[in-house]
């Protein structure tokens, strides 16, 4: 495994946007977006969107942003697929933008709980992870949905991830599950991993999980698990090699 660097960064009630140009480079304080939380990142071409106090956009690396025409307050999750922009909301279920967020529809058809917590892609599948209805699956853009829950005890699914044909399910209180069949069926993969599971990232083969007991690193596709760092993780970021781990508290 490459050598990895973990760096901790306290991210619990951001208000604005920050950004470093290097590891070890001063932070940058953007010009907004203010008023509210940050939640979620999404990234396509040169267009960098923020989700949490509706949907925002910066097509300069920051430096300037623009509320997008999405403005639920509550906004958890944003994934992309191709051109199309998908948010998953506190509430209101799921939206899709197809005009890098000028205009958005809700995509809620078969979605019987509206509460998304988690996004994400593995082609042309979109999985919604929700709080109290387990996991979602829609095979043609959001136009419909499928609950896809078979031995996934969970219901609140607060993190997705993907690694090849493997898709992640980080839960509340059940650590992770694991599907290999776009979540027809779902196995639990939580040799070595405690705690809740706030986030799921992946850095090439390495699944990371940020849990009420600190950091976990599996390598082996979720068979087992290493515990690396003890606290309270909430949230991470990738870049390159190295690991950002946002904290409650401290690690």
Do not use: E
Request: charged share 0%; proline share 1%.
């Amino acid at each position: 495994m490459k050598s990895l660097r973990i760096f901790l960064t306290f991210l619990c009630g951001i208000l604005s946007m920050f950004f470093s140009t290097g590891v070890h480079a001063q932070w940058i304080q953007t010009n907004g977006p203010y008023g509210g939380y940050v939640s979620c990142f999404a990234v396509t071409g040169n267009y960098l969107f923020a989700g949490g106090n509706g949907v925002y956009l910066s097509t300069n690396n920051g430096t300037s942003w623009s509320q997008t025409g999405l403005m639920n307050p509550n906004v958890n999750a944003l994934a992309i697929m191709g051109t199309n922009i998908f948010a998953g909301t506190n509430g209101s279920g799921v939206y899709l933008s197809t005009n890098n967020g000028m205009t958005w529809s809700q995509i809620n058809t078969g979605l019987t709980n509206n509460y998304v917590l988690s996004l994400a892609v593995n082609g042309t599948n979109l999985f919604a992870g929700t709080n109290g209805g387990g996991v979602f699956l829609s095979t043609n853009t959001g136009t419909s949905w499928t609950a896809v829950n078979t031995f996934l005890l969970s219901s609140q699914i607060n993190s997705l991830a993907v690694i090849g044909t493997n898709l992640f399910a980080g839960s509340y209180n059940d650590g992770v599950y694991l599907s290999t069949n776009n979540g027809s069926s779902w196995t639990a993969s939580n040799t070595g991993l405690f705690g809740n599971v706030n986030t799921l990232t992946v850095s090439g083969t390495n699944l990371f999980a940020a849990t009420s007991y600190g950091v976990f690193l599996s390598t082996n596709y979720g068979t087992s698990w290493t515990q690396i760092a003890i606290g309270v993780a909430s949230t991470f970021a990738m870049i390159g090699s190295n690991l950002f781990v946002g904290t409650n508290g401290s690690l």
